[in-house]
């Protein structure tokens, strides 16, 4: 089945500084990616997505990259604020007929002032 | 406002007993979805429908019941046959199959003693 990993369980910046969080999958086949925060005691709340016809794309201070070769995405965070503090998941959907997303454990970004 | 709620946020049950956890959308969504999410770990799928009056089983449903009688309700029996049921659950809902944007209600915390 489908596998998602995330490169580092915490990450801690500096607010102002850029942060970046990474993902692995494992499914070549893979076509479709969604980025998700999750604040503490609260639902994952939808980031960004990307398709695997593009290698970029861009939201508001994020930027989502996607490297198909390396089978790796990482989500840029630019200028970080103390409100991106929280838990980011990646998800990859699976490569069973239901194609369900697999989910990433996730990094807890915390943001230093 | 459009969203998924899910009722009570924190519930507690003695061992044995069953209990269900409510999950409702005005989203006008076909598919609805149940995550469990344990400490440092990434959702897991415990039950999906992608149409009213039809589900499916997910990586983890031993233990769980649902139904899908209305488009709007998904709700999630927990049994006394789930040997760990403690944990924050997470209902989701989407316009069109897994492999689509899922939105997240807030979760239900969980405490069985």
């Known amino acids: 089945g489908e596998s998602v990993g995330l490169h580092l369980p915490t990450l801690s910046v500096q607010e102002g500084d850029n942060s970046i969080i990474n993902c692995a999958y494992s499914n070549s086949a893979s076509d479709y990616f969604i980025w998700y925060k999750q604040e503490s005691g609260k639902g994952p709340q939808f980031i960004i997505d990307?398709?695997?016809?593009?290698d970029k794309r861009q939201g508001q201070r994020v930027t989502v990259l996607l490297n198909k070769t390396v089978k790796h995405l990482s989500l840029q965070i630019a200028a970080t604020q103390p409100g991106d503090s929280a838990v980011y998941f990646c998800a990859v959907p699976g490569s069973g007929s239901a194609r369900q997303l697999t989910f990433g454990s996730g990094t807890q970004l915390t943001v230093l002032p | 406002d459009g969203g998924i709620t899910q009722s009570p946020k924190y519930l507690f049950r003695k061992e044995g007993q069953n209990v269900t956890l409510s999950c409702e959308q005005n989203?006008?969504?076909?598919?609805m979805y149940w995550y469990r999410q344990d400490p440092g770990q990434g959702l897991r799928l415990i039950y999906y429908s992608q149409i009213v009056n039809d589900f499916q089983k997910g990586d983890i449903a031993e233990g769980y019941s649902v139904s899908r009688e209305k488009k709007e309700s998904f709700p999630l029996t927990v049994t006394s046959a789930q040997k760990n049921p403690t944990a924050f659950y997470l209902c989701?809902?989407?316009?069109?199959?897994?492999?689509?944007?899922?939105?997240f209600g807030p979760g239900t915390r969980l405490t069985v003693t």
């Open positions: 990307i398709r695997s016809n593009m």
């Open positions: 989203l006008n969504h076909d598919a």
């Open positions: 989701a809902s989407s316009i069109g199959g897994p492999a689509y944007e899922q939105y």
